[in-house]
């Protein structure tokens, strides 16, 4: 069989831009795979809903009749113990829920100003 003279380096050449295409598209194009578009949405998603339920637990903290002392627990805790703290006081345990959220918590701890290390000066030289 007589095949035309082009054939063989036009296919070569089709399959070598297929290659290159997928591999600039992947790596620089913003292309991803079906599990990993998933995982991306799964993990909005959640930010959404811990974003929309921080009202919620900001609420709880204000109508809470021993939110002085339940702050003040809190805050005499180490820094990475205070999201543990918060969950224990109830403030991250949404109402139909059993147990409190960590993420919950952890965005309540930086809506109430809790974990925020007081502002430092910045560093001055002086340069007279």
């Keep these: 069989m007589n095949s035309p003279e082009w054939l063989k380096p036009g296919l070569c050449g089709a399959v070598t831009g297929a290659v290159l295409a997928g591999f600039v598209g992947f790596t620089w194009g913003g292309w991803v795979t079906g599990g990993t578009s998933n995982d991306r949405a799964m993990a909005m998603a959640r930010n959404n809903v811990v974003t929309a339920l921080v009202p919620v637990c900001l609420d ?24 543990d703290a918060l969950m224990e006081a109830g ?38």
């Excluded at 009749?65 to 113990?81: H, M, Q, S, W």
């Design 60 to 83: 709880m903290a204000r109508t809470d009749a021993e939110r002085d002392a339940k702050l003040a627990a809190i805050r005499a805790v180490a820094t990475f113990r205070q999201r």
């Design 91 to 128: 403030w991250a345990t949404v109402p139909g829920a059993e147990t409190p959220d960590r993420d919950i918590a952890q965005a309540c701890l930086a809506a109430l100003g809790v974990g925020k290390s007081p502002e430092r000066p910045e560093n001055t030289i002086n340069e007279g």
